[in-house]
């Protein structure tokens, strides 16, 4: 799976969650994303486990902030 | 709270606490229209919230919601300051959690884990019922998830102080809690746990990430159960099942396999048949009336009820039997008839889509499930969507189905009497009237609770209030019961009565369907006024408050000689009867003391 697939694949899940389109690039952040607050968060990581089949430790839910981090971990996961 | 809609329900796979949050978040209602819930968490509690919120605007059962700040579930009920007090709310829900409470039970030795527990149940106790004394409040209490770890392994059955023995003792002091008082009721969280697995409910992670008493799948699973308890505390209760025959409670058709052709028994499907009837008569033994409702002749229906070795149910389990070869949108209408009950608390099953479809449009009040297509899965669908869930059990709910069928009996003999007095006299009537006791409280709740015909002004006083109205010196709460030749109907009146100045007001009168046109409400005047006389009332003064179901008492009032005093534009009116110069109707019931 390549870095561009699972921005395609955050992008779905965060529509899914958020109930609208929204841009996302490695480098946007959650303040740059309305709706994206400390509540929120917890949902769009558990969607995104789903989505991709994986799971993260307490402390990657706790410090996943970021669209980079984010699939920097799933590539992570994915490869073992 | 929401008379006049239509009530929906959500099969499980439907459930998504993401969709939920989402509807919760498009604002909030009408909130005159809303029951008010407060939910007070030893947790975080912002997602149930919202999933509460969200399914309640899905099942046409809208909320108005307050939060407690995160474990200030202790100032919120002690403080009569506090935001809680002010909210005014209709329902406390305390959401618990278990991982809280974990380090507590296991910083103690096996040896005081027991005591330990029963002190933090206590804790718990105290708050509700603190809780359970807002006015006019009903508070619902998560019970406790025993947790799945077990250091001893299989040995835990044998420890006494093991962490899952401290839980369910603890459950057991709510148990005990709930049963002693009438307006609290619990949400039996480990038994949705067990349904869904522990591993899917607990979510250590996210305990201690943002204190989340489980994984927010869950979440709409207890939400949809508190919800359950909210619609039966305010009388939206499911009373009868209606039932299809071939390939419902049996495997094939009648009409052409015959008898010994059809599939009930020890073989093959036929065990899934003779399960799902099990569960029925469970049903029915809770106070759930069984119709049958089935294209078919009659004596060829009955049949089976009557001779097949292997039929659960019987002919004295069904309360009303139909099986003509009339559309079924007409039969339902006629059983509903029959039975006297309303629409909305009928649930049909039925195994053809056909036939569902069809009472889902026409019919659109009757609750219509969809049906799994293997029989096998008859029993856990159904009972997944806990739609008889309720809140009072009364000593009568056992014998329902038998006073029904005495009801349908009478009524055929009816016919054979032209004229009704002569009738009634003849069926040798006899009623008690009595203040309300502690023993007659549950029934007299649940039929103020269920009674939507038969009612003059729709309030739905909780055994909380009726009991509190009891014991107040202005106030009578009084109960009328009816026996005849043909059996005993049980409890089937209830009456508040309240003195102002002068005047007896008569906050709530209540009658069960099925003893209209037996004269009973006449032999409740004629006490009333005596009840009046005696606490030196001059009049009595009654009030009609229409709703879209009980146009049958509109002239309630006049029939009984009443007066009118006031009509307003919403239809409500006011009648006034002096005591003094009253003539006693005197009907054929005699009194029983």
Redesign the interface.
Known sequence: VTREEILAGLGDVFC??L?REVDLAEETTPAEVEGWD??AH??LI??TEKRFGVK???AE??NAAGIGALIALIEKKLRH | VCEGRKTTYLPSEQLD??KL??LAREGPEDESSCARVAVLGFCTT??YTQVLEGLGRSVGFPLATYESDYNAVEQAVLDQKSDLYTFNPDFVVFATAVQALRPHLLNVPPSQRLERATQEAERVCALARRAAKLPGVNVVVHKFVVPYERPWGNLTGRIEGSLSSAVRRMNEILDHLAAETANIHLVDCDHIASVLGKRAWFD???W???K?FC???ALPHVASQALDLFRAVKGRLVKCLLLDLDNTLWGGILGDEGLQGIRLGALGDGQAYVAFQAYLQELRRRGILLAVCSKNDEEAARQPFREHPDMVLREEDIACFVANWDDKVHNVRRIAERLNIGLDSMVFIDDSPFERNLVRDLVPEVIVPEMPEDPAEYVPYLDSLNLFETVQVSVEDEKRTEMIRADVQRRGEATKFGDLNQYLASLGMSAAFEPVDEYHLPRAAQLVQRTNQFNLTTIRHTAAELQQMAQDPDCRVLYATLEDRFGDSGLVSVVVGRRVGEDMEIVTWVMSCRVVSRRLEEFVLDRLVEAAREVGCRRLRGRYVPTRKNALVAGHYERLGFRRAESSPDGCTTWELDVSDYEPFDPPIRRKI
């Open positions: 899914q969650v109930g400390s509540l917890v949902t558990l969607a993260f430790t307490g839910i706790a | 606490y993401v949050m989402a912002h997602y250590e992670r996210l201690f990430h943002s989340s994984h927010p799948d």
